[in-house]
């Protein structure tokens, strides 16, 4: 199992504000490598490939360990030769995360 009870306690009020999934289905889209999981102490990420573009989905948790988690998959992607990272999300990820830019309600940073 991919996602412990911890993470999914931080992951799920977004999930369920936001997605119509399970986390059975989150489970099985990680393990076929559709989603990719960032998770570290209370905190967590999931990832979607879309073209050269790597998408921050879903996440939640403590605001520090997300920015870490964040440097970690700047690097993920940096590696795998993405060109960009995005974020659909909330508004107020502009406020903490540096160097992403407002594209309407998508946050983008370029990967170079």
């Given amino acids: 199992m991919f996602i412990t009870d911890k993470i999914w306690k931080v ?3 977004a999930i369920e504000s936001t997605h119509e999934v399970t986390r ?3 489970e099985k889209m990680i393990e076929s490598g559709e989603y990719q999981l960032f998770a570290k102490d209370n ?3 999931i990832t979607a490939h879309h073209g050269q573009v790597l998408r921050i989905g ?3 948790g403590n605001l520090v360990t997300i920015k870490e988690i ?3 998959i700047e690097k993920y992607a940096k590696k795998r030769n993405y060109k960009y990272i995005d974020i659909l999300g909330r508004k107020g990820w502009e ?3 540096n160097g992403y ?3 309407a309600v998508l946050l ?5």
């Avoid at 983008?108 to 170079?112: F, G, L, N």
């Fill in 43 to 45: 905190s967590a990420i």
């Fill in 11 to 13: 992951l799920e009020p």
């Fill in 70 to 72: 964040t440097k970690k």
């Fill in 24 to 26: 059975e289905q989150l």
């Fill in 95 to 97: 406020k903490v995360l």
């Fill in 101 to 103: 830019n407002k594209k």
């Fill in 58 to 60: 879903v996440g939640g």
């Fill in 108 to 112: 983008r940073k370029e990967i170079a």
